[in-house]
């Protein structure tokens, strides 16, 4: 007999979107720290906003894509304006008052704001395992972040600024949510985008007098984080939404603080010492905790309707 009857199946092509995510948002990191010095804040925001906007829209037209309907604009106006505009700028000024790993730390508190959203807001509930997960993650990142601080380099401003992105992501993801009820997870990315780009336009003149002055290799980096960090990534993330919980994929990201570790020590030859590599290891088996769940065995006089576990 089955040992697993009732037991929820793994969507792998979800898990297979949140991992992609994973990947290009980590790598953002360090696209923002090569770009960081050369464009301000919200002309960063922009330009990355731009050009993903660029990408996504000309998607629309090939494969002819209609707008998204009505009962889908609430969710993709909220989280555009939070997300894809408010979070990337707080997060682009935030990093210049506080260190990486201090960032990170205080970002991460993220998926908390999704749990405890989606929780109340979405009526998913708060699965045991979920916030078993989610704690052990969060002292993971913060591991990271306290193996990674540089000491004294913090500003109130900046920890607040953090806070903020903090919030504004968890708020983004929430109101993105319903908005895939209505609509297929590339109309609610591309439309979010756009919202998030007439959000920024105010700092078009900061974009315009920055980006003659500054390196290829910066300008380069800005086009990267709008193709792969926010038009592929954000596509990505959309699908695994549509496919599982707010509050499940909220706890994929603690997987980010670790895989950051990973490409800052191949491309910028950071040698993780003993501790952040713990921390990281430790923010991976927060994940693996939130998102396993275990069928139990059918005894053979009941049946399987009776076992099946429930939500």
Known sequence: ??????????????????????????????????????????????????????ALGAVLLVKRVPPPSRQAWP?????????????????????????????????????????????????EGFPPKLLAGMAVSF????????????????????????????????????????ALRHASPLQVTTYGCFIGTAATLPFAGQLFTQLPEAPPAATLNMVYLGLFPTALAFTTWSYALSRTTAGKMGATTYAVPAVVVLIAWLVLDEVPGPLTLLGGAICLGGVAVSRTRRGRPAPAAVPATETADRP
């Open 1 to 54: 007999m089955d040992q697993t009857a009732g037991a929820p199946r793994t969507d792998h092509r979800a898990l297979l979107a949140a991992s992609v995510t994973v990947v290009m948002w980590a790598s953002a990191f360090v696209s923002i720290r090569a770009s960081a010095q050369h464009f301000g804040p919200g002309a960063l925001a922009l330009g990355r906003l731009l050009t993903a906007s660029i």
């Open 75 to 123: 969710g993709i106006l909220a989280s555009g304006v939070l997300w894809f505009g408010l979070y990337m700028v707080a997060l682009n000024w935030g990093e210049q008052g506080v260190d990486a790993g201090t960032a990170a730390m205080i970002v991460n508190i993220g998926p908390l704001v999704i749990a405890l959203l989606s929780g109340w807001f979405l009526k």
């Open 139 to 178: 002292v993971g990142a913060a591991v990271v972040g306290m193996s990674t601080s540089k000491g004294g380099s913090s500003s109130l401003t900046g920890a607040l600024l953090c806070l903020l992105a903090a919030v504004t992501y968890g708020a983004g993801v929430v109101s993105q949510k319903p």
